[in-house]
């Protein structure tokens, strides 16, 4: 059983050296920035995610390694397992949270697009707007497809515990488990492609502003 391990890419941190002012440039400056900052608390659950997985990962491995005879130890590491995919759990809702939250702030900016008088900004701000709403079209998908691949996982050991469970059920069961982490895998790559997609998008947008903006990744 292969645990996937999310991955995302940082959003691009944007300095502003100097501004004055109001304009509807900085009004999305603003709520740009903001947006990453809410978004802070999703990038900090993906190693306490990765440490779970492979905690759980290594529990299935030592699982496998047992006779039924040693049907306490299985139960016991099973028990182990589950209580990692409840905080599993957790971590999940707090990064969904963070995610909707930072998404929320972004939509502020949607309306401040049409009083840009430059075009070819204003084009620029409405790709940055698409490219943020596919993103999070993407992470909804891959949210879906970890939370499924959980309670596949959550199944598995619950079988696991039964000393009289049959092994073509636990096969299906394996089966499953693995079919659903490749749906997370394809989802966590395409989240990763929409946010790099996204970067480029507000890297351009910034560059066609009026702002003093410098970059570090």
């Known amino acids: 059983m292969k645990l996937k391990i999310v991955g ?5 941190i944007i300095l502003l050296s100097a501004c004055s002012g109001q304009s509807t440039t900085e009004k999305m400056y603003e709520h740009l ?3 990453v900052s809410l978004e802070a608390e999703f990038v900090n659950q993906q190693e306490p995610l ?17 006779s039924m ?5 299985i139960k016991s590491l099973a028990d182990k397992a589950l209580e990692s995919i409840e905080q599993r759990k957790e971590l999940l809702e707090e990064e969904q949270n963070s995610i909707h939250a930072a998404k929320e702030e972004f939509d ?3 309306p401040l697009i049409e009083d840009l008088e430059d075009e ?6 409405k790709e940055m707007n698409e ?3 596919k993103r999070f079209d993407a992470y909804t998908t891959l949210y879906d497809a970890y939370k499924k691949s959980l309670e596949y996982d959550q199944e598995l050991y619950e079988m696991l515990k039964q000393e009289d469970i049959e092994q073509d059920a636990l096969s299906k069961q394996i089966n499953k488990v693995n079919e659903q982490y490749n749906k997370v895998s394809k989802a966590n790559d395409a989240f990763n492609d929409q946010t790099n997609t996204f970067n480029d998008k507000k890297r351009t ?4 502003t009026d702002l003093n903006i410098s970059y570090e990744e």
């Open 120 to 125: 070819k900004l204003k084009k620029a701000a």
């Open 8 to 12: 995302i890419m940082s959003l691009l």
């Open 33 to 35: 920035e903001e947006s």
């Open 131 to 133: 490219a943020m709403n």
């Open 205 to 208: 947008f910034y560059e066609n």
């Open 108 to 110: 502020n900016v949607e």
């Open 69 to 73: 005879e040693e049907f306490d130890q």
């Open 50 to 66: 990765t440490k779970l997985e492979e905690q759980e990962q290594n529990y299935y491995n030592e699982i496998s390694k047992l």
